[in-house]
């Protein structure tokens, strides 16, 4: 759900029938205490109507918004060092995502001064085949998660292992659970213990955007002490068994470049390959000025 309708364009042909040549969508994270806001910029245009200034008109929707969430976020702020009228230091960030191989899209956001900061790689696995058994390390063993009895222990278990990654926000319990517990099949939420303690986690759900027969990895994490131990493997391989036992027959999971050294290569050692890659471009600009 949109914050604001001017955060929104549909730019139609009328007809009949009627014809959808452009659109755009955009959400604003504002940082108070950094000065700068970051605008998520979603949009395509019709390939018959390029060129014609609809995607600067977008273009400019987006640095709209950022403007006037920075200015909100400013107006709310008790910090006295910083004057209303000194926007100096604040800046608009837009991102926006581009599917690889778009190489229109991507020479006119980089002619526009957007620079690539990410790149998501999506991985699949087909599971016609049973996949190898996991091998979990001594003193190591792997349950699924009760609903109620284990919510703290998960919520901290995914903060602290996801702490170090770069592009980790954090999220407060109610947040976390309303989007990750699955109450339909907790079965899917596999934790790997070391006695008491949750040292991983592989947080799953039946069904993807693309295809209800297929299993989705939402969150696989260990927490630094316990990295290196082959707990990652083991609860993918068990979450794998799961999800062929439920009649699945392929598995996904989306990871950026950023994340954690060696995601990847354990998903390629998995046995995953790489199906989509997309890119996401930035471009900084000072508040209430274009690029």
Not at 8 to 16: D, L, T
Not at 74 to 99: F, H, K, M, Q, Y
Not at 267 to 284: F, I, K, P, S, W
């Amino acid at each position: 759900m949109l914050d604001d309708p001017r955060d929104a364009i549909v730019i139609e042909q009328p007809g009949p029938p009627t014809t959808l040549l452009a659109y755009a969508s955009t959400s604003a994270d504002p940082e108070p205490d950094a000065a700068e806001v970051t605008v998520h910029l979603e949009g395509q245009v019709h390939p018959s109507v390029t060129g014609q200034g609809l995607a600067s008109w977008i273009l400019e929707l987006a640095e709209a918004v950022g403007t006037r969430a920075r200015l909100e976020a400013g107006s709310d702020t008790d910090d006295p060092a910083r004057s209303s009228d000194d926007d100096s230091t604040e800046v608009v960030r837009i991102r926006t995502a581009l599917l690889d191989g778009d190489e229109a899209a991507r020479r006119w956001f980089t002619t526009r001064g957007f620079r690539p900061v990410r790149h998501l790689l999506e991985l699949r696995l087909d599971l016609h085949a049973p996949p190898p058994a996991p091998r979990w390390p001594p003193g190591i063993r792997a349950r699924t998660f009760v609903p109620g009895d284990d919510d703290e222990l998960l919520w901290r278990t995914h903060q602290a292992a996801f702490a170090d990654v770069p592009t980790h926000l954090p999220i407060d319990r109610a947040d976390y659970l309303a989007d990750r517990a699955p109450a339909d099949d907790p079965g899917l939420v596999l934790l790997a213990e070391h006695g008491a303690e949750v040292v991983g986690i592989a947080v799953c759900r039946a069904g993807t955007e693309v295809a209800a027969e297929e299993g989705w990895v939402r969150d696989l994490g260990v927490v630094p002490a316990w990295r290196r131990h082959g707990i990652a493997m083991a609860l993918l391989r068990t979450a794998f068994a799961a999800f062929r036992t439920r009649g699945l027959t392929g598995v996904a999971l989306e990871v950026d470049d950023v994340t954690l050294e060696g995601a990847v290569a354990l998903y390629r050692r998995a046995g995953m390959r790489v199906t989509r890659r997309t890119d996401v471009l930035e471009r900084v600009s000072p508040a209430g000025g274009g690029g």
